[in-house]
């Protein structure tokens, strides 16, 4: 049974920062890629950033140049740098991680862990 656990979170006054971590335990294959999702109350869940196998990122739009996604795909771990923090940035923060096997799809998610930035 794959598991992520995520850590990092807490509350942060805007401009400051936080790190977030996730780790992947259960899962003897690596995954194509893993990422972080944030949802705010009464809002949708959306994409924050990936990284993938080879590297490469993709961030939101409005994210980008703030927060840094970096990965050790290898080892099922990822970790979310996120700076100059807003109070628009406040939301229950996800790991999420995805391979595919056999042909079939597989996505898993973390509990989440809430990020609050106060003005």
């Known amino acids: 049974q794959v598991q992520l656990v995520e850590s990092g979170g807490g509350l942060v006054q805007a401009g400051g920062s936080l790190r977030l971590s996730c780790a992947a335990s259960?899962?003897?294959?690596?995954?194509?890629?893993m990422a972080w999702y944030r949802q705010a109350p009464e809002k949708q869940r959306e994409l924050v950033a990936s990284?993938?196998?080879?590297?490469?990122?993709n961030y939101a739009d409005s994210l980008k140049g703030r927060f840094t996604i970096s990965g050790d795909i290898g080892n099922n771990t990822v970790t979310l740098q996120m700076n100059s923090l807003k109070p628009e940035d406040t939301a229950v923060y996800y790991c999420?991680?995805?391979?595919?096997?056999?042909?079939?799809?597989?996505?898993?998610w973390g509990q989440g862990t809430q990020v609050t930035v106060s003005s």
């Open positions: 259960g899962s003897i294959f690596s995954f194509n890629y």
């Open positions: 990284v993938f196998v080879d590297g490469s990122t």
């Open positions: 999420y991680a995805f391979r595919r096997f056999s042909g079939k799809p597989y996505g898993y």
